[in-house]
């Protein structure tokens, strides 16, 4: 018997995460699908519903779905390196610039559910009698209450920087805490420091249990400020730059997306038999506003 | 639920998660153990010989090699992660591979994370054998390259170190394979190139605090075994 294991060890160890791979995998080998990855934002999956809708749209067009949880500035970058076929995203200045640089074309909205304003309960900088998210903004600017920001360029944080400017206030100072965390996590970290913090509804709903926070600004789901409106678009990798997408199925994930029966799915979706999300991609009088960037 | 039973049921949900073959938790096991193990194979290949130059042959910039080496030991996972994914971006220099987001890419990354780890400590383990042995080797007739293949053999239980602490190292990192692996399950609920540390990532992240830590004592328990059988196997008797 030769002297070093090494060779044979090393064989044994590849064979058997080779065995349980292809044990596991087998499956999806046999069908040989179409491949559309789809950059999106941590509150669309952590939910769930791309869970649900997405089985749906892989049965139809023999597709596979492969998902990018990302932030919404990260999910734009990605795609504008065209490292991924279509994105959805909720941040429409971002998309805007996304599209007017000539990396995406065809924006649907989606759908659209809000952000709250959530804090501790003895609630420091007292706001919960207030209805401005920007008024609460400056209550808890001028009281110095901790702060927790995602500080990460998704979509949430450039609502949080859109009702920061709406209240003219730059947010400098030890009680505005950037941590650069996805909102699980920065709701967690808000939840032990007794810190306000801003949160997409979705995410707060699957975490509440868990969290020493209450909800003191209501978005316009619950009749509260429009300002906190979090809508949702769908837009493909323009091919004219990257043609090794596959723009088709792109396309066509955008029109199941937009389809009576998926906007249907999106509007059953609940948690803890609370909506989470609003279709509107569909209207007998169209909203232009989607097609275009705002600017124009 | 008092501190104590969050333990218990973590390690109550861990066992059974193996037992029930869930799915999802088995294909992020084989996902691990895939990248991982490919990846401390290439890095193998490369370090063993790589350090037997570094220990045994003097040339220019040797010096400079080995302080290389010790700093890349030191090297972040997010930054080779990067790395890695600027050059597979469409927009990268091996863009037309396609390769980002699967699990090539995380296997890249993960041989170029641990590739300085294991040339360092097989390059200590080699040079602590005599170099007295290479050359009464020699002078018993042996080849150059018999002669390095001898005092390989000396610096066995080093090598199995090495080999150890890159696996380690590679199963444990999340930076890179996040990064370049993106994360992905299919939607049957099978991993495309989520490892159990980016699991972790995700249930931590949306506070299932049992089930991150049931998927850190698997991820644990599988560490334990490997290395029981590398080392089992190091123990063998040398020769027949």
Do not use: C
Not at chain 1, 126 to 137: G, P, Q, R, V
Not at chain 2, 15 to 21: D, R
Not at chain 2, 201 to 209: A, N, P, Y
């Amino acid at each position: 018997m030769r002297k070093t294991m090494l060779p044979v060890f090393t064989v044994i160890f590849f064979a058997l995460g080779w065995a349980l791979f292809s044990l596991s995998n087998t499956t999806v080998s046999q069908i040989q699908p179409r491949t559309l990855t789809l950059a999106t934002t941590t509150s669309t999956v952590d939910s769930g519903l791309l869970d649900r809708l997405n089985p749906v749209f892989e049965e139809k067009f023999n597709a596979q779905v492969h998902m990018l949880s990302l932030g919404t500035g990260a999910a734009l970058r990605t795609a504008e390196n065209g490292d991924a076929d279509v994105v959805l995203v909720h941040a429409r200045s971002a998309e805007d610039a996304f599209i007017e640089a000539g990396f995406g074309i065809n924006r649907r909205d989606v759908m659209f559910n809000d952000f709250i304003v959530v804090g501790p309960s003895n609630d420091p900088a007292n706001i919960h009698n207030l209805e401005s998210a920007s008024e609460a903004f400056t209550r808890i600017a001028q009281t110095q209450s901790l702060f927790v920001s995602r500080g990460d360029q998704s979509g949430t944080h450039q609502k949080e920087q859109v009702v920061w400017a709406t209240a003219n206030i730059n947010p400098q100072g030890n009680w505005h805490l950037s941590v650069g965390q996805g909102m699980g996590n920065t709701l967690l970290q808000s939840s032990e420091l007794g810190a306000y913090t801003i949160s997409d509804r979705g995410t707060w709903l699957a975490l509440k249990d868990r969290l020493n926070l209450e909800v003191l600004i209501e978005g316009p789901v619950k009749g509260g400020d429009l300002i906190l409106l979090n809508p949702y678009g769908v837009i493909a990798v323009n091919p004219a730059h990257h043609s090794d997408r596959d723009y088709e199925l792109a396309m066509a994930y955008i029109g199941f997306l937009t389809s009576i029966e998926a906007q249907q799915m999106i509007d059953d979706f609940r948690i803890d038999d609370e909506p989470l999300f609003f279709a509107d991609a569909l209207n007998e009088q169209p909203n232009f506003e989607q097609y275009v960037p705002q600017s124009r | 639920m008092t501190w104590w039973q969050f333990w218990t049921e973590s390690i109550g949900q861990a066992f059974s998660l193996l037992i029930t073959f869930d799915t999802y938790v088995w294909s992020t096991i084989g996902v691990s153990l895939k990248v991982s193990g490919l990846a401390l194979i290439f890095s193998i290949l490369i370090a063993f010989p790589f350090a037997a130059l570094l220990a045994y042959k003097k040339f220019p910039g040797r010096e400079f090699l080995r302080l290389m080496v010790y700093t890349g030991m030191g090297f972040p996972s997010v930054i080779v992660g990067l790395i890695v994914l600027l050059l597979l971006t469409q927009r990268g220099p091996f863009g037309e591979f396609q390769l980002l987001f699967t699990q090539e890419a995380m296997i890249l990354a993960q041989s170029i994370l641990i590739l300085p780890l294991l040339t360092g400590v097989a390059m200590s383990a080699m040079e602590a054998v005599d170099p007295l042995i290479g050359e009464a080797a020699s002078s018993l007739g042996a080849k150059p390259l018999r002669q390095v293949w001898v005092m390989t053999e000396l610096a066995k239980r080093g090598l199995i170190t090495a080999t150890l602490s890159g696996f380690g190292r590679a199963i444990s990192e999340v930076g890179a394979v996040m990064i370049v692996g993106g994360n992905i399950v299919l939607s049957q609920d099978i991993s495309l190139t989520r490892t159990l540390t980016t699991a972790i990532i995700v249930e931590t992240r949306q506070g299932k605090f049992e089930t991150a830590l049931a998927l850190g004592l698997i991820l644990f328990l599988l560490v334990l075994i490997v290395n029981l059988v590398v080392l089992r196997l190091g123990r063998m008797p040398s020769s027949a």
